[in-house]
Nanobody
Framework: QVQLAESGGALVQAGTSLNLSCAAS????????MGWFRQAPGKEREFVAA????????WYADAVKGRFTISRDNAKNAMYLQMNNLKPEDTAVYYC?????????????????WGQGTQVTVSS
């Protein structure tokens, strides 16, 4: 079992930066592919970024490529999402998720555990 808790969401202005954190509990965190997803009001949840268990591979949605950076610290059971040059369209609830097998890091259905989410609001 893995329990996940996101933090760091806030109301910010466009063009600024924000760093989200995901704290994980459970001894097997190290071997999970981890991902960030987001859900804007009235829209379906969508993939944002993912990172392999070692941190050696990362994946990004086209909408955030070049602006967001995903990272993890297995010693601290933590994952991060550095978001730069934020845009109003980045406004959403951001969720972290853990995937045991890592076979489809961009597919929401592959993830086994989810956090409760943290709200990010970007004003123009």
């Amino acid at each position: 079992q893995v329990q996940l808790a996101e933090s760091g969401g806030a109301l910010v202005q466009a063009g600024t930066s924000l760093n989200l954190s995901c704290a994980a509990s459970g001894r097997t965190f190290t071997y999970y592919t981890m991902g960030w997803f987001r859900q804007a009001p009235g829209k379906e949840r969508e993939f944002v970024a993912a990172i392999s268990w070692s941190g050696g591979s990362t994946w990004y949605a086209d909408a955030v490529k070049g602006r967001f950076t995903i990272s993890r610290d297995n010693a601290k059971n933590a994952m991060y999402l550095q978001m730069n040059n934020l845009k109003p369209e980045d406004t959403a609830v951001y969720y972290c998720a853990a995937d045991r097998l890592g076979l489809g890091p961009e597919r929401m259905s592959e993830y086994d555990y989810w956090g409760q989410g943290t709200q990010v609001t970007v004003s123009s």
